[in-house]
């Protein structure tokens, strides 16, 4: 699916009070007591479109902190389960990041691998991601190195870019044309393509000059050194705190719990949880075979760079610099790229996966 | 900076410790070193963005911290009190660590912003900090240093949240509250929160709900709360590593306030003041008990 439309500024608020109206919940970022995150709004002036990049990533709102998988009740030697509903209600997410968007696209290889998770998709399907190009943001973004850029449509439904008056608006799925058709009186022909194309190149431009490598040297070369002297410190300023794993938008690793509500009745949940902890790896006899911060960080690039674009193909980063941001220690997940670009490459044979 | 590297330099050279734990230009900001050969020892700096509290990094939790052989850490006079408190709490032997101590005008909220202090951006528990060097230190360096910018510190924000009614105070922290994800790190990245298991991540019976529900919230922040209670020294590394930004440091300061009314306990560098909760008492206030 393929089309361009034109999306003026005055359209757009008509557009969230259309679909509002129409009850469909419409997210957007939303700036509260100094800090920005995808919020429910009702009108698009709550939205602070071309703020800073949210805090938390795009993947809450398909994989919550925590949620329930089943209730159960017993009652003698009876256990009923009630099933959580896997359909939901339709939401419309605008003013998402690239690099928010792409990690959805991402997300969906492991979700619905072997076994297709329900929650995960019953939300993607509910959703239409209407992304805004971004200029880019500051100097920990590097979206472009791992294969996709400011302006980078993957996972996206329509891709905005702001221009005079409004946003050039690329349609890149069957559900972005469904949005634009289901609203003809928002969405006017196309205008600005070429100040689209200009903001285009310059945010490429801008991103680019953050980080340079090359995504499959890195993966050819984490693929034969697992051992290898360039772990041994990387993690000693860590914290193993997991804050990087809290805010990136493909981090989807996740804990299962039973919580007993009284003595007969229960939820069953899954919660978000990190590699970076000690206790995701200890065993039943206490034994860790991830002993300390160094295996455990070599685990996360191992992960990201190598094992997971070599069972789903895509990278496990969508280059949004959250980590990097939000790391207390000033790990810098870039500075760690660009070292293990510029390792010599010596791959064993039959080490490419 | 020059005396810093030079000591650093020495005390690597002649074998009295095998790292020295400071501060270096990272490229983004100020970050954590490990210097292990006296050549690198240039690398360190301390300025007003050496905000982290390096303390931490003698918490047993750390064996790769541990291999690395004997230490010397940068010590600002607020982390000086964190090693007093392991010191204190039997998990480092004075003995077994070089502090190398340095004189603070202040350090600013973020380590990667700028570096200028002025009363916006200077951190704040640094906005009533009364101490300019740490007591508990084997070497002292810098310069002189006038106090931090005033501003808005710690105290009148926690002043404006007593001011409210309960209901209006219980909103407020429901509201902070809900954020939290359970990454925990602000466990992590505490000097003082050094158990082997917390009591967080036990499941035989699983005291603490991990998921991050408001209820499962609560019961962690309130545990989390009691247990630092007569122990956090306030260096707000929890509140600065949340990546929710919840304000821990208001409860932590809150705390010190309580500890220090009932129990005359102060924060101190003092490794020889007894600890509240380690401590026995006879004329301890009991009236609770009936």
Redesign the interface.
Known sequence: MSGERFLSTERGERLVADLTLSGVRVYAPVEA???TEYGLIKDLREAALGGPLP??SLKSLFFP??EPLFRWRQSGSEVALEAVPTTFEPMVILGVRPCDAASLAVLDGVMGWDYKDELWFGRRQAATILTIACPGFD??CFCSAVGLGPDASKGSDLLLVPVEGGYHVEIVSDKGAALVKAHPACFSDPRGRESAEAFRQQARRRVGSNLEIDPHRVRAWLAGHFEDRFFD?L???C?????C???CPTCHCF?I?D?PEGLLAGTR?R??D?CQ???FTVHASGHNPR????PRFRQRVMHKFWIYPAKFGDVLCTGCGRC???C???Q?L??ILGQLDRQPQQIPEGMTS | MRELRELAKKLLEEGTVSVVIGWEE?????????VTSPEDAEQLVFNSRSV?NLA?YLNP?????R??GKPAVVVKACDAASVAALIRETQLKREDVVLIGVRCGGVVGR??GPAELTPETVARRCMDCEKREPALCDHLVGEAQPAPPRGEGLGARLGALEAMPLSERWAFWAGELARC?????????CPLCFCERCVA?KTVP?WI?????LR?NLAWQMTRALHQAGRCVGCG?CE??????IPLALINRKLQQAVAERYNFKVSDDPGVPAPVGAFRLDDPQEFIR
């Open positions: 007591q100094g800090r805090g938390m902190p925590t100097d920990a410190g993690g000693l300023r914290h193993g705190c997991g804050a794993a809290s805010v804990d719990v919580e949940r919660h978000w990190t902890t000690g206790k002993a300390d911060q160094n990097t941001r939000a207390p220690a000033g810098n870039l500075e | 990272g490229p983004r900001g100020v970050r954590p070193a490990f982290h931490t939790r750390r064996p790769q911290v291999r690395l380590p990667d994800v359970r990454c925990h790190a602000c466990r992590e990245v991540d699983q709900e991990s998921s991050p529900h499962g590394e600065r590593a949340c990546p929710a930004g």
